[in-house]
């Protein structure tokens, strides 16, 4: 199989899989929306994890902030605000869910069989440059070679930030 | 360890991929978009520490991803409040005018 080592990390690997395979689970399977976005919480925060296991601890800060900060609470708030009356049954479709179940499998399938395929020897994690500071080198990499998409990035932000005032305003 | 990594991403790839074609309240829809995007990350993350040529800019890539994905959801839930007020619901599929 997967030629695994049980070293440290790989049991945080186990525990951050299962928590993040756990919620993801249970996002599917909850009948209450707001159990729906609480599970998601716990899957944000299971990537979290798996950010710092990978020696991107900048991006862990970055994804507990907005995800499992931001989204979390704008979808809680997306739902407080259009949930009035939820209480109608669910007319299930079960053709359309079978067919959307197998089409996810069959996708999971075939992702799975080409990583078992590929040819990973040798890739045991030369660490990116610069591993003594994640952040520094992030920044210097943003403001070295990426300058115009971070520039690009903060004028679609604010496009989205005005657009959504626009949007969800009363009377528009 | 990558495949693992990768195994992982694919996993939540495909359940954000199902919730998002069977779930009928919106809100979760977008959920499991945001839910998608982030096995995506994983993926840039994991290959910016175990890919062929080891770089920041996988890294870099998930920021911008993420960025992109705040904004998507901020927009998405915008609309949704919108339609809601318009139509009174946020089943998806009761926005069907256009099939009828």
């Keep these: 199989m997967f030629d695994i080592e049980f070293n440290g990390e790989f049991a945080a690997f186990f525990v951050f899989a299962v928590l993040m395979i756990a919620g993801a689970v249970l996002m599917v399977s909850f009948t209450k929306v707001v159990h729906m976005v609480l599970s998601m919480a716990a899957v944000f925060l299971g990537a979290a994890g798996m950010f710092v296991l990978l020696e991107a601890e900048f991006l862990a800060f970055v994804q507990v902030l907005i995800y499992a900060g931001a989204v979390s609470i704008l979808m809680i708030f997306g739902i407080m605000m259009t949930n009035h009356s939820d209480s109608r049954a669910e007319t299930i479709k079960p053709l359309k869910e079978t067919l959307a179940a197998v089409g996810a499998i069959a996708l999971f399938g075939l992702l799975f069989y080409a990583i078992r395929d590929a040819d990973f020897e040798g890739l045991d994690g030369g660490t990116p440059a610069q591993t003594t500071d994640n952040t520094l080198a992030i920044g210097q990499a943003l ?3 990426h300058v ?12 989205a930030f005005i657009g959504a005032i626009a949007l969800a305003k009363k009377e528009a | 360890m990558l495949a693992s990594y990768l195994t992982m991403a694919a996993i939540l790839f495909c359940i954000g991929l ?6 009928r309240n919106a809100v979760i829809v977008l959920l499991s978009i945001e839910l998608m995007l982030n096995a995506v990350n994983l993926n840039l993350v994991a290959f910016s520490k175990y890919g062929v040529v080891p770089s920041i800019n996988g890294q870099i890539f998930a920021l911008f991803t993420i960025t992109v994905a705040a904004a998507e959801a901020a927009v998405g839930v915008a609309v949704l409040i919108a339609l809601f007020r318009a139509r009174g619901t946020i089943k998806t599929d009761e926005f069907d005018e256009l099939r009828r």
């Design chain 1, 143 to 145: 403001f070295h070679n």
């Design chain 2, 18 to 23: 199902y919730g998002a074609l069977v779930k």
């Design chain 1, 148 to 159: 115009l998409p971070f520039e690009l990035v903060s004028v679609l932000l604010t496009v």
